[in-house]
């Protein structure tokens, strides 16, 4: 898909750019593991699985810490449900791994916000709000990127984990817009076709988004959203705003928070970042980070691993920083997992994420340490 837009042949061009440019991607290698929620886990399991990441060539874990309703650290602005973030630390960094702490960015469950803060939730362009009519699935609440108290209260959380002394960095999800295109291979779970952008699905119409671009565009957006009106210079520039929405919010709140206490900043991106861009509305070639977790899970694009490679490669040559090429391990065969991660490294990732560590076993780990 990502070759199919931006043909062949640029793309081609693209990766021998980016190989003469960034030596430095194909050589510091460094692979991450995503770990979800497990409060249950004893220190004992712990301090095994992070030994095992260690002498399976990984360098860096992703707990998470904060799923958009609950944090699991001490968090002075976040319902907290306890310090799990507390607990891992020390084992991860007896291992010598990094810790870079998993927060979800968009989405917000947290009841005094819906109660007092209704209208800093995304809007689709049916005019439904994000709060009480989610898209998908009941936690796609998702906020207004480029409103400025939400971004301040996205900050907060960037800002309280950084000053954290042992963590290493703050690693950003849902940082985007709801899907306005789901992979093709997620459309039969959900009973949709989603062959172009449908209003439902199309977000970024609040009512402080629609003012700043009639105020700059004479236009309120809606119109273009509901097809009322056409107009193709118009269309591509409401586009370019609801990139610039996340694009701000990164660039201009969350990397500054996070280097101001000296931590790095990475993000889980969609794949492209062209696709992302058409998909989720994620302009991430924009972003100002440190490191970037392409989730490249083919299978729910119905492609193979050669997808993957091609994917990685417009990664690496539109951005300059390194880019570890997520790969979905679960039900993954090990001689798939093999290929895919070979793929991911051929095509100039500096090393690959997994998600998520419960999808490993010891055939995988034992490729891993091979690879």
């Not at 630390?89 to 702490?101: C, D, K, N, T």
């Not at 005094?112 to 709000?129: C, L, R």
Request: hydrophobic share 40%.
């Amino acid at each position: 898909m990502g070759v199919a837009a931006l043909g062949a042949q640029s793309l081609d061009a693209m990766w021998t750019r980016a190989q003469a440019s960034a030596g430095t991607q194909t050589t510091a290698r460094k692979n991450w593991v995503w770990i979800t929620l497990n409060v249950d886990r004893p220190v004992e399991e712990w301090k095994r699985l992070f030994a095992t990441m260690r002498a399976s060539h990984v360098q860096a874990i992703l707990p998470e810490i904060y799923d958009g309703r609950h944090a699991y650290f001490p968090s002075q602005h976040l319902p907290v449900t306890m310090d799990l973030l507390g607990r891992i630390l020390p084992l991860a960094r007896a291992e010598g791994l990094e810790v870079h702490a998993w927060m979800w960015s968009m989405p917000c469950m947290v009841p005094e916000i819906i109660t007092k803060h209704p209208d800093w939730y995304n809007v689709n362009a049916k005019g439904q709000s994000a709060v009480d009519k989610p898209a998908y699935v009941d936690y796609y609440k998702f906020l207004d990127p480029g409103r400025p108290e939400v971004r301040e209260w996205v900050q907060a959380t960037v800002t309280e984990l950084a000053a954290i002394p042992e963590l290493t960095g703050v690693h950003l999800d849902y940082i985007r817009h709801p899907d306005a295109i789901l992979p093709k291979g997620l459309w039969s779970k959900y009973k949709i076709v989603q062959d172009k952008v449908y209003p439902d699905y199309d977000y970024g119409y609040t009512a402080y988004e629609r003012a700043q671009f009639k105020k700059k565009f004479g236009v309120d957006p809606m119109k273009l959203g509901t097809g009322q009106l056409k107009d193709e210079q118009l269309e591509k520039a409401w586009f370019e705003f609801q990139l610039d929405m996340v694009v701000g919010l990164v660039n201009d709140y969350l990397v500054p928070a996070a280097h101001a206490k000296g931590k790095q900043i990475s993000a889980a991106v969609f794949p492209g970042p062209s696709l992302a861009r058409t998909m989720v509305r994620q302009d991430w070639g924009r972003f100002q980070l440190d490191a970037f977790l392409p989730m490249l899970y083919h299978v729910f694009y119905e492609a193979g691993p050669e997808w993957v490679r091609a994917q990685t490669r417009e990664g690496v040559a539109t951005v300059n920083k390194p880019v570890y090429s997520g790969l979905f391990v679960h039900d993954m065969k090990v001689e798939d997992f093999d290929r895919t991660a070979h793929m991911a490294l051929d095509g100039g990732a500096s090393g690959v994420s997994l998600f998520s560590a419960d999808g490993m076993d010891a055939a995988k780990w034992q490729t891993l340490r091979k690879l």
